[in-house]
């Protein structure tokens, strides 16, 4: 198990990992969560049903990570589509971060309710619905570290210059966070997939 998620009776999964993993991931899950923003909450005696209906931006970030999160839904070649883009944007993007940080803190959330076992290290059990948040975060911390290093589809192949970067690479442990966070949710895919 160690190293990768292995499924569990009833539909979950479970890793083992240790001390320094589990601080990693918990770092990259709280800066993900930093990266997004906090929510809009209403106010005291506002109505909660009115957020449902809030107006968001319309505006794609400026940010080519939180781009990278919230793309264009139809492209910009036109003014039409980027209407288009806009109006659509307006309407799902604060229901997608939401659902972000929801993901997000269910990493920080089922981390820090780790136990510790034997030699410095724990085993993190995940009901079906924790697996779920955990993929969507796997996959947004994914898409934020790759926008920032700039991987390409061939930077990432067997091949891809990815493995080969040299240790004094100042890139290097982001591309290793990068690579093993990649593992990390193959193995917890598979473990969903049904016989």
């Not at 005696?45 to 107006?55: I, S, T, V």
């Not at 968001?56 to 492209?75: I, N």
């Not at 493995?163 to 982001?174: F, N």
């Amino acid at each position: 198990m160690a190293g990768h998620f292995e499924a569990t009776p009833g539909g979950g999964a479970s890793v083992a990992l240790d001390e320094v993993e589990v601080a990693i991931l918990r770092s990259l899950a709280v800066q993900l969560l930093e990266l997004i923003g906090p929510g809009d909450e209403p106010a005291e005696g506002e109505d909660p049903l009115a957020a449902l209906f809030a107006e968001g931006p319309s505006e794609p970030p400026s940010d080519p990570a939180l781009a990278r999160l919230f793309p264009e839904a139809y492209g910009d070649e036109d003014k039409e589509l980027r209407e288009a883009s806009a109006e659509f944007r307006r309407f799902t993007e604060n229901d997608l971060r939401t659902r972000k940080r929801d993901d997000a803190l269910a990493v920080v959330r089922t981390l820090d309710a780790l136990a510790p076992v034997a030699d410095d290290g724990a085993v993190l059990s995940l009901t079906p619905g924790e697996c779920h948040h955990w993929l969507g975060a796997l996959n947004d911390l994914r898409l934020t570290i790759g926008t920032r290093l700039e991987v390409s589809d061939e930077d990432e192949g067997q091949d891809g210059s990815l493995y080969r970067l040299p240790d004094s690479d100042p890139r290097k442990p982001m591309v290793m966070a990068y690579l093993w966070l990649g593992a990390l949710q193959e193995t917890l895919v598979e473990t969903l997939m049904p016989d």
